[in-house]
């Protein structure tokens, strides 16, 4: 801990990455900060957020067949909805 008032302090605590467990997966990983996913199920979240997988969510929500924009409306409105936890569950 550094207590010097008069400069900015270069002292940075180094701490050990946590060895947690996914809570998709099972599988162990280090992190360096609190997560609840590994790398690899973080990713497969993101990719379905960013509409990587439209076959994947087609499969769970249908296909309405809708024009492009409303398409695009609807994914996003019910993608907003879901936490990393949910969806991997």
Known sequence: MCFELTTTCNKKEEKE???LECGACGKDFKWPRKVN???RCQISF???QTEK???E???LFGDLELSAIEEG???RKIKEE???MEWMT
């Open 17 to 19: 990455p946590m060895i």
């Open 82 to 84: 879901f936490t990393p």
């Open 53 to 55: 997988m439209d076959g």
């Open 57 to 59: 969510f087609d499969r």
């Open 73 to 75: 409306s609807r994914k």
């Open 37 to 39: 996913f590994c790398a």
């Open 46 to 48: 993101m990719d379905w």
